[in-house]
């Protein structure tokens, strides 16, 4: 919804007074919510006063700036999450600018075609999320946001990433480093520098895959950032639940994107057994509003992630560097 600024009259004055009474007012609880918290800590009681004065509080700053982030937005996965939001956010007339963040501007420039409508706002980053420089970079961009004003961010999606088909021996060594500085750094930096912005109601969701319950052969480095993803998605969970912000781990076997074509270098140009994206995205979203700490959707990928409790992880690790062979071809021109 897009709002009009309405000419200053005694009543918007008025109001103006009551409005910053009231958010005093909600300051002053929110604040000594945080001491009864930090004294009678973990209390449930003093846990739930935490979370409601938060929620309060939130609902009467609401006026401020939202922010949604999303990476990896300009294809598969975090287009749809991009479309999905803007959805979210439009249903509950709620306003917010959605930060579309991928190295390719054509294709965000697409996306955002799509996003964009009544109250939502987009704006494009077309920028690498790679490492420490990419950290820097969005951090960067959040302090001059800081400078023009008042914002929250409403929603964090750490979805950019991709993986390499192959043996390690066989593979790329700068493109698996890349990998790590992707999946990993950025995805952990962007959470670290988004937090301080974030309260009661904020949504992070990172993007691990069902390869982080296994070691995988022929995928050794990607399982492992992935396994990273999760662990490090679920300790913050718990770290952060208190203040009311939830952390959700998407977790999904192979989805039809362009995931294979990057992962074999143009060699496999398709997701095998690839599931929807859109629908990956759905039941991604709804585990999230309901603050779940996993989203795994098809029942064989919930199957294969319960079973791999009971999977040596040697075991696995060989069966699948044996029997689990997927295409690639060699980068020209990159050395490593
Ligand atoms: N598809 C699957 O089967 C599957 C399964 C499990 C998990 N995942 C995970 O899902 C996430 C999304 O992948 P997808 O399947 O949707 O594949 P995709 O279609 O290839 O999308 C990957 C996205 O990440 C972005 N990206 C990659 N490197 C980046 C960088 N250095 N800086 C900024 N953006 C970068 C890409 O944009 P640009 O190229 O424009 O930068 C693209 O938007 C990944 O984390 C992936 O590991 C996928």
């Keep these: 919804m897009v709002r009009e600024k309405a000419a200053p009259t005694a009543t918007s004055a008025h109001e103006a007074k009551d409005r910053f009474f009231v958010v005093i007012v ?6 000594s919510a945080r001491v009864l918290i930090r004294r009678a800590s973990p209390s449930p009681l003093s846990r ?3 979370t409601f004065t938060e929620s309060v509080f ?21 287009a749809e999450f991009a479309r999905q939001l803007a959805d979210e956010y439009s249903a509950k007339q709620e306003a917010a600018e959605f930060w579309l963040i991928a190295r390719t501007e054509k294709n965000l420039e697409r996306i955002a075609e799509d996003v964009k409508r009544d109250g939502i706002t987009v704006r494009l980053f077309p ?3 790679k490492g420490m420089e990419g950290v820097r970079k ?10 023009v004003g008042d914002y929250r961010i409403a929603t964090l999606v750490n979805n950019a990433g991709f993986g390499t088909y192959g043996t390690f ?17 950025a995805l952990t930096g962007i959470c670290g520098i988004c937090l301080p912005h974030m309260g009661a109601g904020s949504r992070i969701i990172n993007v691990a895959s069902l390869a982080s319950y296994l070691p995988l052969g022929n995928f050794a480095v990607y399982a492992a950032t992935k396994s990273y993803v999760l662990s490090f998605t679920l300790a913050l969970r718990a770290e952060v639940q208190d203040k009311g912000i939830s ?42 509003r309901k603050g779940k700490a996993t989203a795994i959707m098809a029942f064989k990928w919930k199957f294969k992630a319960f079973m791999s409790r009971f999977v040596s992880k040697t075991a696995g690790a060989r069966f ?15 050395e490593g």
């Design 26 to 31: 909600a300051v002053f609880y929110r604040k």
């Design 48 to 50: 739930g006063i935490f």
């Design 58 to 78: 939130h609902s009467i700053t609401s006026r401020i700036k939202q922010i949604v982030i999303i990476t990896g937005a300009s294809s598969g996965m975090g």
């Design 127 to 129: 920028m690498d999320v």
């Design 138 to 147: 969005l951090a960067m961009h959040l302090g001059v946001e800081s400078e």
């Design 169 to 185: 021996e066989d593979t790329n060594m700068m493109r698996q480093l890349d990998m790590i500085d992707v999946n990993c750094t």
């Design 247 to 288: 952390v959700t781990a998407l977790c999904p076997g192979p989805v039809s994107t362009n995931f294979a074509n990057v992962a074999s270098n143009g060699a496999r140009k398709e997701v095998r057994h690839g599931v929807s994206a859109k629908k990956t995205v759905a039941h991604c979203l709804r585990c999230a």
């Design 320 to 334: 699948t560097y044996l029997y689990c062979k997927r295409p690639s071809q060699p980068e020209a021109g990159i």
